[in-house]
């Protein structure tokens, strides 16, 4: 039997030749990334490798110059971030982008209310999405705060509760643990594992080695905008282009 015929599901996320110019600037190559139902795929690489740009272009923020966006195999290319949502995409972002003169729970409220609601005959309502996602994220406490008197690590929540109240199937993430502490690394690599577990598909930017080898069922290593590896974690991470890179050295100069 052919692999057409075995695989009836089509990958979540798939990307295929993404590239995305800037003038003269290739920011993103050719660059092809699948992402099943149930799995967490990591991107890796330097500063500048077009992590960023990569996710823009997926969430139709940026256009890409080539290739194409399928989302559970439907052709979603150039499609507008309100049209994703309604096909299961949610994202967050490197930098956290709250509403600042709203509170968390208006925040993530407002997020809950832009899925227009399924066909199902009991569809959970926006409010409870809201106080779910919250919840999930154990920022309930802070329902009432602004964000501007948020920590670090309750705003990547509050980022991840916004994503979370959208009830998506594929959730990208713009390095989601930047910036915080081992315990809330540990927690955020929790709470990543069980949305898992119940079948989402996530793509995370992610620069944490000890959460990438925790966490990822695939690893895309970027370089100037094009994947210079890809497979199981434990591979990539010890491809000696993809160590060099890290530590800024030449391949030649790594033993082994
Ligand atoms: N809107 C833009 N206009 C021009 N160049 C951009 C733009 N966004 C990103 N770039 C360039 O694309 C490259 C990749 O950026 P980015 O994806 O942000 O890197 P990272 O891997 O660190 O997330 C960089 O050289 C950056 O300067
Ligand atoms: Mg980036």
Known sequence: MSDRVLSTTPPRLETVGLSCHFGGVRALSQVSVCVADGQIAVLLGPNGAGKSVFVNVVCGELRASAGRVLIGGRDLTHSPGWRLVCHGVARTFQIPRPLRSCTVWENVYGAAGRVREPSAQHPPSARLRAEQALARVGLLH???????????????????????????????LDEPMAGLSAEEIDDTVG????????????????????????????????????VLRSGPPAEVLADRRVVAMYLGVPPGAIAG
Do not use: N, W
Request: net charge positive; charged share 20%; with cysteine.
């Open 191 to 226: 709470l990543l594992t069980e949305l898992r577990a119940q079948g989402m598909a996530i793509l995370a930017v992610e620069h944490v080695m000890r959460a990438v080898l925790a966490m990822a069922d695939s690893v895309y290593f970027l370089h100037q905008g094009s």
């Open 142 to 172: 802070r329902r009432d705060s602004l964000p501007d008197c948020l920590s670090l690590a309750e705003l990547r929540k509050l980022e991840l509760a916004r994503a979370l109240a959208l009830a998506p199937r594929l959730l990208l």
